[in-house]
């Protein structure tokens, strides 16, 4: 079954602070990998996306990372901010038309 | 730059009641979608249009309709609304419909039945 999990559920840090969310998946064929930032209230944004032949990739200070072996992937933020506070969905998509698959996300805090 | 624009952005139906959520978007896209988000679950895509002039089911079509109205709308439709269809409703839009392009989402419908 095609499945996309996300962890840890929930986080909170203080600002200033790095963290790093996971996502594992079981979708197959693969195609590329996608996150996304959700704020409250509002539709997601996306962040990367990752093709089979990349293992990284960066936007701003968000860092993705894939491993396309393991079928893992990560997403790091450095110096985390109060606006980085958002949902992020990790979702991975297969082949064919509009085969996307979404993670439950994690939803992220940043505290003063 | 208002790329996807959905309306209304908060709606309350009595079961039964009918209502179309329409969505609109200026990316000149040729793929639109439908997507809902219930609390503790990943979004679902219940209808999808790959270009003008088709639709196609997604994962939950039950109980919606659409129409591709021309290449900038996509309207969903409840025909009789049931307290299983409270949920967040997401308009999305993409240049092709497969491969690597982009997702664009509307700030979303929050619809509550009773």
């Known amino acids: 079954k095609n499945q996309v999990e996300q962890s840890p559920q929930s986080l909170i840090i203080l600002e200033g602070k790095n963290c790093t969310l996971q996502?594992?998946?079981?979708?197959?064929?693969?195609?590329?990998l996608r996150w996304y930032k959700q704020d409250t209230g509002r539709g997601p944004v996306s962040l990367t996306i990752?093709?089979?032949?990349?293992n990284t990739k960066s936007n701003g200070r968000y860092t993705a990372t894939l491993d396309a072996d393991t079928k893992q992937s990560s997403l790091h933020i450095t110096a985390s901010q109060l606006s980085d506070s958002a949902s992020y969905i990790c979702?991975?998509?297969?082949?064919?038309?509009?085969?996307?698959?979404f993670g439950t996300g994690t939803r992220l805090t940043v505290i003063p | 730059n208002a790329g996807v624009t959905q309306t209304p952005k908060f709606q309350v139906l009595k079961t039964g009641q009918s209502m179309t959520l329409q969505c609109a978007q200026d990316?000149?896209?040729?793929?639109m979608y439908w997507y809902r988000q219930d609390p503790g679950m990943g979004l679902r895509l219940i209808y999808y249009?790959?270009?003008?002039?088709?639709?196609d089911k997604g994962e939950v079509p039950n109980g919606y309709n659409v129409s591709r109205l021309n290449k900038r709308e996509f309207s969903l439709r409840l025909e009789s609304a049931a307290p299983s269809q409270t949920s967040v409703y997401f308009c999305?839009?993409?240049?092709?419909?497969?491969?690597?392009?982009?997702?664009?989402f509307g700030s979303g419908t929050r619809l509550t039945v009773v």
């Open positions: 999305a839009s993409s240049e092709g419909a497969g491969g690597n392009y982009g997702y664009t």
């Open positions: 996502c594992n998946y079981t979708v197959s064929p693969f195609s590329n």
């Open positions: 979702v991975v998509r297969g082949t064919g038309a509009n085969n996307l698959f």
């Open positions: 990752m093709t089979f032949s990349e």
């Open positions: 990316m000149n896209h040729n793929s």
């Open positions: 249009s790959a270009s003008e002039g088709t639709t």
